[in-house]
């Protein structure tokens, strides 16, 4: 059965660090291009970071460019995604997201139509 799991998210400062974690389970995920996707109420749901299949080529929304990384682990099969220097407009809901591969996908990945595997979510709060 495919699965993704998000973990790792909280409650922070303004200011603060949280570490992501998508598991996935019933695909490689280094045969996809993996995803974080967020999402607040009333909002669309907006592509953050990507990483491209069996690659270390990343993509990163402008806004959380220098401050966040995405990775991966091949052998645990799970994508992260450090977010460090967190702001109040990063509180949402982090969604991971697996696609298949296709070019150009720098001007790509943020299309949420192109996804075939997406875990629930996990949450992240910012307080300033």
């Known amino acids: 059965q495919v699965q993704l799991a998000e973990s790792g998210g909280g409650s922070v400062q303004a200011g603060g660090s949280l570490r992501l974690s998508c598991v996935a389970s019933g695909f490689a995920t280094h045969s996809y291009s993996m995803s974080w996707f967020r999402q607040v109420p009333g909002k669309e749901r907006e592509g953050v970071a990507s990483?491209?299949?069996?690659?270390?080529?990343?993509h990163y929304a402008d806004s959380v460019k220098g401050r966040f990384t995405i990775s991966r682990d091949k052998d645990k099969n799970t994508v992260y995604l450090q977010m460090n220097n967190l702001e109040s407009e990063d509180g949402a809901m982090y969604y991971c997201a697996a696609a298949h591969p296709r070019q150009p996908w720098a001007s790509q990945w943020t299309s949420e139509s192109l996804y075939v595997y997406w875990g629930q979510g996990t949450q992240v709060t910012v307080s300033s």
């Open positions: 990483i491209y299949v069996a690659s270390t080529f990343t």
